[in-house]
């Protein structure tokens, strides 16, 4: 915080200065980053700091005349420990500033219910699916002040994106415990991400009614759909049922108003539960069935970068635009004052990857808890810093995950797999 000039004039100055982070899925992934683009180079969290405050007293007989600031004296303290088996606490650390912003014009899960595979680098031990709970029924919360509508982005339209450093945020309609949130619950969530700036929201699947309840309050606030179809350890033959349910929800509107792009599968060639061949003959026919009940807008899948550059001759092909799951902090070499770098420079990446097609940087984050994986260090403040960092590099082209903590999942190694939720941190 900048301290504002000091100007006294013949009479008394008193001079004072202080210092002031899907449902049910079968299986829970761990993540391992291979791309070691930089440095190791650990975050020096800012320094807490007081002053000693001196009032000075004089007396002018004539001109008023211009005082400079004391200069300021500070201490600094730290107390922090990182091991790699523990979680790593910053003590007195001040936070940084929340991010805000205005929103931005846009330019723009299977029923046997997985979750998605999140910023996963290697294959996991399948999670134990708990029971469906009864559906939920909350009070819908005091309707907030909507924001003004934007124009919903056609399936014919112009670039996707945000034109400005704020474009999505991923969501899945689950509880804590990994059952399905209410209607009204989905609806405030979705009423949040609205009001905090977000243009467009992306969804994994097609179970607890997620399409249905997350597209139609998001229709409320003119925010723009990506939807998935999700590819879990079960195959593609389980998956393929949602193709069905995307295009009678979509006849059941009228319209592919609002939808900006498909998604078929997330990791799943990186995780094995199909090969590079079979997903994109799965693409193709996904594709072919969207395009014949009136969507014509992108279609594509994503991986990690290093998988779609490994069978790019295969997937690029039949994807519309080049996507890729971009999380730094997997990388191990990348602390969080590098994220958004990384970010920007995996995009440039992934768009030789795929020459000609636009490139989209579809789950990003960084954890709020955890172990240290080498210059990567969860934490609150690192969160906020990375976070701030990849928007500001890539926001306009990157869907932050996730809105809020998974709390349903495994904490998986390193023990950050729950620990996402960046929603709090845009206002």
């Not at 509880?175 to 009423?191: F, I, L, Y």
Request: hydrophobic share 35%; net charge negative.
């Amino acid at each position: 915080m900048r301290a504002p000039p000091y100007i006294a004039a013949s009479a008394l100055l008193g001079l004072s200065l202080a210092n002031s982070v899907h449902r049910h899925g079968h299986e829970e992934l761990f993540h391992k980053r291979h791309n070691a683009l930089f440095e190791r180079n650990k975050l020096e969290p800012p320094q807490n700091s007081t002053c000693g405050c001196t009032t000075y007293w004089k007396t002018f007989y004539g001109e008023p005349t211009l005082i400079q600031p004391l200069e300021q004296n500070t201490t600094t303290t730290r107390a922090s420990t990182v091991v790699q088996t523990s979680i790593h606490h910053i003590t007195n650390a001040p936070e940084a500033p929340t991010i805000t912003s205005s929103p931005a014009p846009i330019n723009s899960t299977p029923t046997d219910a997985p979750k998605p595979a999140t910023s996963v680098q290697a294959p996991s031990p399948k999670v134990a699916e708990p029971a469906p709970p009864a559906q939920e029924s909350s009070p819908a919360a005091a309707p907030a002040k909507k924001p003004a509508n934007k124009p919903l982005t056609s399936h014919t339209s112009s670039p996707i994106g945000a034109s400005g450093s704020q474009w999505c945020m991923t969501y899945s309609p689950y509880t804590s415990a990994g059952g399905c949130k209410s209607s009204s619950d989905v609806t405030t969530d979705v009423t949040s991400i609205a009001q905090k700036g977000f243009s467009s929201i992306r969804i994994y699947s097609t179970d607890c009614n997620g399409l249905s309840a997350v597209a139609s309050a998001a229709s409320s606030y003119s925010i723009n759909l990506i939807l998935g179809v999700y590819i879990s350890a079960s195959g593609i033959s389980a998956a393929r049922p949602q193709i069905q349910e995307i295009i009678s929800w979509a006849n059941n509107n009228g319209h592919w108003q609002g939808v900006e792009m498909i998604v078929v599968g997330n990791e799943a060639v990186f995780n094995n539960f199909c090969t590079a061949e079979e997903l994109a003959s799965f693409v193709s026919e996904a594709k072919t069935a969207f395009q014949a009940a009136g969507y014509t807008g992108p279609i594509t899948t994503t991986e990690t970068i290093e998988t779609l550059t490994e069978h790019k001759a295969t997937l690029c092909p039949v994807s519309d635009v080049a996507a890729a799951n971009i999380h730094p902090f997997f990388n191990g070499q990348i602390s969080a004052s590098q994220a958004g770098e990384f970010v920007a420079s995996q995009l440039t990446l992934l768009e030789s990857v795929c020459p000609g097609k636009a490139a989209y940087n579809l789950e990003t984050g960084w954890p709020s808890k955890g172990s240290a994986h080498g210059a990567a260090i969860p934490g609150s403040w690192e969160q906020r810093v990375a976070i701030e960092g990849i928007r500001n590099a890539a926001g306009g082209k990157s869907a932050f995950f996730s809105f809020v903590d998974d709390e349903w999942k495994e904490e998986g190694e390193w023990g950050v797999e729950r620990n996402f939720g960046c929603g709090q941190l845009f206002g």
